[in-house]
């Protein structure tokens, strides 16, 4: 399983942003998607994930201003983020996740500044 994220960049404070990642290869049918992510000197944290029951999980940092969604069809897991603040800088991995499995995606930089 591949996963290609996109969508990071630079982003002023109070903007949005919305990465999306396309997992390819043989996908599990069941699984859980969702985004994680690592700023410096800090440890890799669950952005938000979306279950195959489509039930979803937020940071508590995130909530509020963020949705997360899958399409089963194409594969892919999007993120939308508003009202960014220089504290989520960080660098962002999507996910694919079963019950015996895991899957990331290579990562991408979002930089929250003026």
């Known amino acids: 399983v591949q996963l290609q994220a996109s969508g990071g960049g630079l982003v002023q404070p109070g903007g949005s942003l919305r990465l999306s990642c396309t997992a390819s290869?043989?996908?599990?049918?069941?699984?859980?998607k969702g985004w994680y992510r690592q700023a410096p000197g800090k440890q890799r944290e669950l952005v938000a994930r979306?279950?195959?029951?489509?039930?979803?999980d937020y940071a508590e940092s995130v909530k509020g201003r963020s949705t997360i969604s899958r399409d089963d069809a194409a594969n892919t897991v999007t993120l939308q983020l508003n009202s960014l603040t220089p504290e989520d800088t960080a660098v962002y991995y999507c996910?694919?996740?079963?019950?015996?499995?895991?899957?990331w995606g290579q990562g991408t930089q979002v930089t929250v500044s003026s």
């Open positions: 979306i279950h195959a029951t489509y039930k979803e």
């Open positions: 996910y694919v996740g079963t019950l015996s499995n895991e899957y």
């Open positions: 290869g043989r996908v599990p049918r069941i699984n859980t």
